[in-house]
């Protein structure tokens, strides 16, 4: 069975929407407050997006912002300790797979 969005992973995504909210409201480009907080637009983007949002980041936007961290994070998605061991479990698992170079090489070298 393939693995499908859990609530996790809309939580992150409703985080993410709440900073680009807050940061148009501010007036505030990706490069910016990606600047203000220490990241690049890249990494701006993708925290927009509900990817790569750390505690200490999500603490810069807050004051950044000049919003309450309970703002950022206040959304309508509930999450369960479930839905989080499941979305942790998963991200493991893809983090222990090897990379496709590492396979190909290994075929390669069992071939010889």
Do not use: W
């Amino acid at each position: 069975m393939g693995y499908r969005i859990d609530t996790t992973e809309k939580f992150l995504v409703a985080v993410g929407e709440n900073i680009h909210y807050y940061r148009k409201k501010r007036g505030l480009t990706l490069e910016a407050l990606g600047e203000d907080i220490g990241v690049d637009k890249a990494r701006m983007h993708k925290i927009e997006r509900g990817a790569n949002l750390t505690l200490i980041t999500l603490l810069r936007l807050s004051t950044f912002l000049e919003v309450s961290i309970a703002k950022l994070i206040d959304t309508d998605v509930d999450v369960s300790c479930e839905d989080t061991e499941r979305y942790v479990k998963h991200k493991q698992e893809r983090r222990s797979r090897p990379k496709k170079a590492k396979r190909v090489a290994a075929k390669k070298k069992k071939a010889r």
